[in-house]
């Protein structure tokens, strides 16, 4: 079994199940919702090893053992329980849910192809800009200036610059996939971008650029990129290292 979790309405997640499949991949689509509604939520470590069994509303049931790949695409937990519990109550179900999901998905870390579970994030640790432009300073990009005030908000010092262009771009397993691929990027930027992606404990991380006819700069980052900018290429290695986990799950004799 391969799963795709994901939040309801993620739309990058829905485009990448639909490529996959049009490749022979068959993935399953669980959403965090279904989870948290399932029938029957079990976890334990059985001499040293983690098994878990899920029984969802519509009789899927996912078995840790016949796991082989996971695709995790969960940004938040939906607010399921406001309805139902007075809220001091609804925040400590939540709490317990987010406990409960964390261990559930570090149990299958090494299946995991992005992004790992992290206590500030279910599907990778949260950063904010200040945090990303400083790592990305540490990286080796160029970063503008940037100020933070407590009355004005964020404030990035990008000066109009005749022929600036946006460039955007998703590293993954190694390798970078720009969003045109009639633009790649500079030779000069790829080890800086794999060091930032090496920080932020990132499989998967999208990127912006600020691109000038004298200089490249860091502008964000985020965990959650939207898929289909990386095209057909990203989906080829998303592919191929869904086989790797298949083959090291079910090793060929």
């Not at 000066?159 to 190694?174: H, K």
């Amino acid at each position: 079994m391969i799963l795709l979790l994901q939040n309801t309405n993620d739309r990058p997640a829905t485009w990448l199940h639909q490529q996959l499949a049009a490749r022979g991949v068959y993935v399953v689509q669980v959403t965090v919702d279904e989870i948290l509604t399932s029938k029957q939520f079990s976890l334990q470590m059985i001499e040293g090893q983690y098994r878990s069994a899920i029984t969802l509303q519509r009789g899927l049931v996912i078995e840790s053992e016949k796991v082989q790949a996971v695709i995790n695409r969960i940004q938040y937990l939906p607010a399921l329980f406001e309805s139902t519990f007075k809220k001091q109550d609804a925040e400590y179900v939540n709490q317990e849910w987010y406990a409960m999901l964390l261990s559930w998905l570090h149990s299958l870390q090494p299946k995991v192809l992005f992004n790992e579970a992290a206590p500030t994030g279910m599907a990778g640790e949260r950063y904010n800009n200040q945090e990303w432009m400083m790592m990305a300073a540490k990286a080796g990009f160029s970063v503008l200036p940037y100020w933070h005030d407590h009355r004005q908000g964020e404030t990035i010092d990008a000066a109009p610059v005749e022929e600036a262009r946006i460039q955007s771009l998703i590293a993954y397993d190694g390798a970078i996939f720009p969003a045109s691929p009639h633009e790649p990027l500079p030779a000069s930027l790829t080890a800086p971008v794999h060091d930032l992606q090496r920080q932020a404990g990132a499989q998967l991380l999208g990127l912006q650029l600020l691109v000038t006819p004298n200089d490249t700069y860091f502008i964000s980052a985020t965990t959650f990129p939207i898929l289909s900018e990386g095209g057909k290429a990203l989906v080829s290695r998303i592919r191929q290292t869904i086989q790797q986990k298949q083959t090291i799950t079910h090793p060929v004799s």
